[in-house]
């Protein structure tokens, strides 16, 4: 196959991609819902009735591990967001149903789906990957941590069947789809809103050159914080839903004395992909224990009922549906139902800004310093592409309205998908 791949391995999201000798890019799809989608969730669903040959767990990926998930009779293990782990030095591996997995082996999972579907599609694949990566991995505190990262995803993916696999950093990916509509020379700032990380590259483009002869871009500068919409979504938990299960409640401990029920607890919630490190015997033990002590019983009882049967997926389906009505809208309905629990909530937009004010900031922050560490003022910028699902929020909208002078000068398009397509392109200009 003359084919090359991208692959763009989300926190959320994960999209697959070809481009062919001619140059022409097309992207893996894949059935959601009845409907055609050219992205893949990045989630795994294990049942302890499903297992393979050895009675190990066998896990489904993607749109069925949300199926599965929604209507499995016994409770299973959903995973999510892995990427937000990889720099982690805590998290090696996990037990599901007495087997262990690592870190690696899960992701490998999602990638291995993601190449099969590939496959049915355009027939089989070569050897050879560029994948996307983040400026700095979230939870990156140092050089080290991204390095460390890097490389358990490299291994995750040599282990789904890529034997040379390169990385290009994401924004600089979807600079390569956004130099293909361009008919003349930009400075471009590309800012890439994944699910865990905002990316920022700063890059000198020139028309698309199919030949990839001379020098059509230059790279000038990268970088970006562990900000994005599990961050935003993590902010409408702890306003609108943790208070209704428990956050700021109290309890009476046995000697008498009145005490705030854990945060801790509530640090968990508002990681949706933390929400399972809740379901441990030990912590069970405690929320019930609580349950007793509480001034609120009813609130805890909701925890408990959320934490014992699963219902994170569709606690955030509800976040994330709010927070896509405010995108619209002045105001949302927050609106969350699982008998006993029963949650509706009127929001408003100007309340979510100022929830998310201060990481909003953070955003600013870090664009303020790629600028400044380039020798560029936002006057020099020509143009802002914004990619990623974040970029609709209307606060991160603003953000670079005021930053770069205007609406005119921001361009959007293909927000989930513009990262996999220029990996492709990445993998062309490399590999041709």
């Not at 990262?149 to 040379?164: K, P, T, V, W, Y």
């Not at 994330?320 to 949650?343: V, Y």
Request: hydrophobic letters at 40%; charged letters at 25%; aromatic letters at 10%.
């Amino acid at each position: 196959m003359n084919e090359v791949v991208g692959l763009d391995f989300g926190t959320t999201n994960s999209a697959i991609s070809i481009a062919k000798p001619d140059g022409t890019v097309e992207l893996a799809k894949f059935i959601v819902d009845r409907h055609i989608s050219t992205t893949f969730r990045s989630i795994l669903y294990f049942d302890a009735e499903n297992l393979n040959k050895d009675n190990s767990p066998r896990a489904v990926a993607g749109p069925e591990a949300i199926t599965s998930y929604l209507k499995g009779r016994t409770h299973g293990r959903l995973i999510q967001s892995m990427k937000s782990y990889l720099a982690s030095h805590l998290f090696s591996q996990t037990n599901i149903f007495n087997y262990t997995f690592s870190l690696e082996d899960l992701i490998a999972m999602i990638v291995r789906e993601l190449r099969v579907a590939a496959e049915s599609q355009f027939g089989r694949l070569g050897k050879t990957v560029v994948v996307g990566r983040p400026a700095h991995f979230s939870g990156a505190k140092e050089e080290n941590d991204d390095s460390f990262a890097l490389n358990r995803l490299r291994s995750a993916i040599e282990a789904a069947g890529f034997e040379q696999v390169t990385f290009e950093f994401e924004p600089v990916a979807a600079a390569y789809k956004y130099q293909r509509q361009l008919d003349h020379e930009e400075l471009v700032l590309i800012a890439d809103f994944g699910g865990g990380t905002s990316d920022f590259s700063l890059v000198q483009l020139r028309p698309y050159n199919r030949s990839y002869e001379g020098n059509d871009s230059v790279i000038i500068g990268t970088d970006g914080v562990g900000i994005a919409g599990d961050t935003f979504d993590s902010k409408m938990m702890r306003h609108v839903v943790a208070p209704r299960l428990g956050l700021n409640s109290h309890y009476r401990s046995p000697f008498g004395n009145i005490l705030a029920v854990p945060f801790w607890i509530y640090e968990h919630l508002e990681k949706w992909h933390y929400l399972s490190f809740l379901k441990t015997k030990r912590t069970m033990e405690q929320l019930k224990e609580l349950s007793f002590q509480a001034l609120e019983p009813d609130k805890i009882n909701a925890l408990i009922h959320v934490v014992e049967n699963d219902r994170g997926y569709q606690l955030y389906r509800a976040v994330e549906n709010t927070k896509c009505e405010l995108s619209e809208n002045e105001t949302a309905s927050f609106s969350f139902e699982d008998l006993p629990i029963q949650i509706t909530e009127l929001m408003t937009r100007r309340d979510f800004e100022g929830w998310i004010a201060p990481e909003t900031q953070q955003i600013a922050d870090c664009i303020d310093r790629l600028l400044s560490q380039c020798h560029l003022s936002p006057k020099d910028v020509d143009t802002v592409f914004m990619t990623g699902g974040s970029s609709f929020v209307p606060a991160i909208r603003s953000l670079f309205e005021q930053r770069f002078g205007g609406a005119a000068r921001l361009r959007a398009g293909e927000e989930l998908t513009s990262v996999a397509t220029g990996l492709a392109v990445s993998a062309l200009r490399r590999f041709s």
